[in-house]
């Protein structure tokens, strides 16, 4: 996870302050912005890895479907070509006449 470096000096209305300088107060406040900055980041990159990895489902999701249509159609022509086989009649006997 990436590091966010910690505000050391604040710049306010032009003029830049030491950290160290400032009031206890003012020093416990810049310790939970740094803290929820660092937050922030780790959060950042907890969503960036996620969001890849959603990513990359997505595309199998699409892969894994585009296989089963395509083994579906396999399936289908072949049925089709196995259906449309001329049925073979081994029947020897003489069709009847109009006399009998």
């Known amino acids: 996870m990436p590091t966010v470096q910690p505000i050391t000096t604040?710049?306010?209305?032009g003029?830049?302050?030491?950290?160290t300088d400032l009031?206890?107060?003012?020093?416990?406040?810049?310790?939970?912005y740094n803290g929820w900055n660092q937050k922030?980041?780790?959060?950042?990159?907890?969503?960036a890895l996620t969001q890849a990895a959603l990513n990359d489902l997505?595309?199998?999701?699409?892969?894994?479907?585009?296989?089963?249509a395509d083994a579906a159609a396999n399936a289908a022509n072949d049925s089709t070509?196995?259906?449309?086989?001329?049925?073979?009649?081994t029947d020897a006997s003489p069709a009847?006449?109009?006399?009998e």
């Open 10 to 13: 604040l710049n306010i209305d």
């Open 15 to 19: 003029n830049t302050l030491n950290g």
């Open 23 to 32: 009031s206890a107060k003012v020093q416990g406040l810049v310790t939970v």
């Open 40 to 47: 922030l980041a780790d959060a950042q990159d907890t969503f």
């Open 58 to 68: 997505s595309r199998q999701i699409i892969l894994a479907v585009k296989e089963d």
């Open 81 to 89: 070509v196995s259906d449309s086989t001329p049925a073979v009649t």
């Open 96 to 99: 009847p006449t109009a006399k």
